[in-house]
């Protein structure tokens, strides 16, 4: 059974910064492509980045502030989110091997892939 479980949300001012992480079940990481969803209040899932093996892709609005990297060792997926605008308000999700990225390969194959239960991050003004 595959797992995902973030942490490191909370509150900051605008301008501050925070880490989230996503633990993983053994594996994951390393054959997974594996993303950052959002979903702001009152608004649909988007996006924020994804790193496939080396490459990574951000959203415009969270380009050179947002950064996606991993841990294989560690099975963990981090996000270092800089400058952070009320804007950035949302549910943060850690998701593997979703359609947006690349899937899942062998066991772990997933047609939808997986998904965390959300962290919270708010930032105020």
């Known amino acids: 059974q595959v797992q995902l479980e973030e942490s490191g949300g909370g509150s900051v001012q605008a301008g501050g910064d925070l880490k989230l992480s996503c633990k993983t079940s053994?594996?994951?990481?390393?054959?997974?492509?594996m993303s950052w969803y959002r979903q702001p209040p009152g608004k649909g899932r988007e996006v924020v980045a994804t790193i496939s093996k080396t490459i990574t892709h951000y959203a415009d609005s969270v380009k050179g502030r947002f950064t996606i990297y991993k841990d294989n060792a560690k099975n963990t997926l981090y996000l270092q989110m800089n400058s952070l605008k009320t804007e950035a308000t949302a549910v943060y999700y850690c998701?593997?091997?979703?359609?947006?990225?690349?899937?899942?390969?062998?066991?772990?194959?997933?047609?939808?892939?997986?998904w965390g239960q959300g962290t919270q991050v708010t930032v105020s003004s």
């Open positions: 053994e594996g994951v990481i390393g054959n997974c492509g």
């Open positions: 998701a593997a091997g979703t359609p947006s990225n690349v899937p899942c390969s062998g066991h772990f194959y997933s047609r939808f892939g997986y």
